[in-house]
């Protein structure tokens, strides 16, 4: 079974600091995996994903991530973030051949970027 | 683009009431999902669909059911709606076969309240 570790669940930084969100997963097959963000009272959007390919992947708003396969991480990253950014982020993962039709999330990361 | 519509985006319900969260897809997704969202919980899956009439539990299904009459609607039925139900209502969708290529569509959430 697969599973997803966000390992803070906020982080606080100031405007225009480097942040990084951390998502580890368990998986035994090969994976794809997301990062979702989702601004207050709203829904989850699509951030960036990971299918194949090159393992740096960037994604809207200035945020990129890089899969690691050995240590199983996905982590997400900006250099210099806004007061916007403030949102909650979530990774999720899905088995890359024949799996399950269903994401498993993790339990979400709040950032807050105080001025 | 995809468009998932949740009919409500703030709803308040008294205990015992009959409640219905209704969900509307345009993209002919075979799949969609409900969960539960909460803070430090993260998201649950109530239950979900991959066609017409078709339906499986997942998580926490316990004092829910759902409706799927057709491809393009799904709906989340609380028989009698309780104070421990009041929560954030996410409604997702996804192409059967291509939700580990895509993820998930997400709705802008229903956020009720059960007093």
């Known amino acids: 079974a697969q599973s997803v570790t966000q390992l803070d669940s906020q982080v606080p930084v100031f405007e225009e600091a480097p942040v990084e969100l951390r998502c580890n997963y368990s998986s035994s097959v090969s994976v794809y995996l997301f990062w979702y963000v989702q601004y207050p009272n709203q829904g989850l959007q699509l951030l960036l994903k990971y299918l194949s390919g090159s393992t740096l992947v960037k994604g809207i708003n200035g945020f990129e991530a890089e899969f690691n396969k050995s240590q199983t991480s996905f982590h997400l990253r900006k250099p210099s973030v806004h007061i916007s950014d403030t949102a909650e982020y979530f990774c999720?993962?899905?088995?890359?051949?024949?799996?399950?039709?269903?994401?498993?999330f993790g339990k979400g990361t709040k950032l807050t970027v105080n001025p | 683009d995809v468009k998932v519509t949740q009919s409500s985006r703030y709803l308040v319900k008294r205990t015992g009431e009959k409640v219905f969260l209704e969900c509307v897809q345009d993209?002919?997704?075979?799949?969609m999902f409900w969960y539960r969202q909460d803070p430090g919980l993260g998201l649950r899956l109530i239950y979900f669909s991959y066609d017409v009439k078709m339906k499986e539990k997942g998580d926490i299904p316990e004092g829910y059911s759902v409706s799927r009459e057709k491809k393009e609607r799904f709906s989340l039925i609380l028989e009698s709606a309780s104070t421990n139900q009041t929560s954030m209502y996410l409604c997702?969708?996804?192409?059967?076969?291509?939700?580990?290529?895509?993820?998930?569509?997400f709705g802008s959430g229903t956020r009720l309240t059960v007093v």
């Open positions: 999720a993962v899905s088995e890359s051949q024949g799996g399950s039709e269903k994401l498993v």
């Open positions: 993209m002919d997704h075979e799949n």
């Open positions: 997702a969708s996804s192409r059967l076969g291509l939700t580990g290529h895509y993820g998930y569509t």
